[in-house]
């Protein structure tokens, strides 16, 4: 089993349906109260690659893929083009988008994370598959420059300043990032005259803790 840092065809998971998928433990009381608790700190996304087929040559790619990658067997990257960005969807990543922590003066490796608000609630989520080439950092405000001033962990989303930060230094980031994932499935199976009358096959893609 290994992961492979290829990324599945962007062009092919653009107009895939998926998302977040949380897993929820709910007992109801004798009184009609409910006990709920979640065993999952962090969501797991699934998506269906087949709904972004258009053509047979799009078939074709998809099978050489689900080949190479020995179906379920092999992990690998996915553009999630709802959620791929440090930042709005409408703007471009920026050095102070995402909050990556205080420095302490010692501490060189800072984690990608992205976070998500609502209601004066927060989750953050770990960002360990970011593109490469798209990530910027800052320290208290003052833009860090890749290789000059840090290096990217691009298979586990590590952010590696040459200089530990000071203490009580602001340390944040922009970027952009794929999804770790794998086939939920080891069988793909497409009928040429059906795909060509509009029906797809259904192609089960679900997120990899890694």
């Given at each position: 089993m290994a992961f492979h840092e290829v990324r599945f065809p962007a062009n092919l998971s653009f107009g895939s349906v998926g998302g977040p998928e949380r897993r929820t433990e709910i007992v109801t009381l004798a009184?009609?109260?409910?006990?709920?608790?979640?065993p999952w700190a962090h969501a797991r996304r699934r998506y269906d690659a087949g709904v972004g087929l258009r053509s047979l040559d799009d078939v074709e790619r998809l099978i050489a893929f689900f080949e190479a990658r020995g179906g379920q067997?092999?992990?690998?990257?996915?553009?999630d083009w709802?959620?791929?960005?440090?930042?709005?969807?409408?703007?471009?990543?920026?050095?102070?988008?995402?909050?990556?922590?205080?420095?302490?003066?010692?501490?060189?490796?800072?984690?990608?994370?992205?976070?998500?608000?609502?209601?004066?609630?927060?989750?953050?989520?770990?960002?360990?598959?970011?593109?490469a080439g798209t990530v910027l950092a800052g320290v208290q405000g003052d833009h860090q420059a890749e290789e000059a001033q840090f290096t990217l962990e691009l298979e586990s989303g590590g952010v590696v300043f040459h200089t530990?930060?000071?203490?009580?230094?602001?340390?944040?980031?922009?970027?952009?990032?794929?999804?770790?994932?794998?086939f939920d499935t080891d069988r793909i199976a497409v009928s040429v005259q059906s795909f060509q009358a509009g029906d797809v096959p259904q192609v089960p893609v679900v997120e990899l803790r890694v």
């Open positions: 009184s009609g109260f409910e006990e709920r608790n979640s067997l092999h992990g690998f990257r996915w553009k709802a959620d791929y960005k440090s930042c709005a969807a409408s703007v471009q990543p920026g050095y102070e988008d995402q909050f990556l922590g205080l420095g302490d003066g010692v501490s060189r490796r800072f984690q990608l994370r992205k976070l998500y608000s609502s209601g004066g609630v927060e989750y953050w989520r770990p960002i360990t598959k970011p593109v530990a930060p000071g203490a009580g230094a602001r340390i944040t980031a922009g970027f952009e990032f794929d999804v770790p994932v794998r």
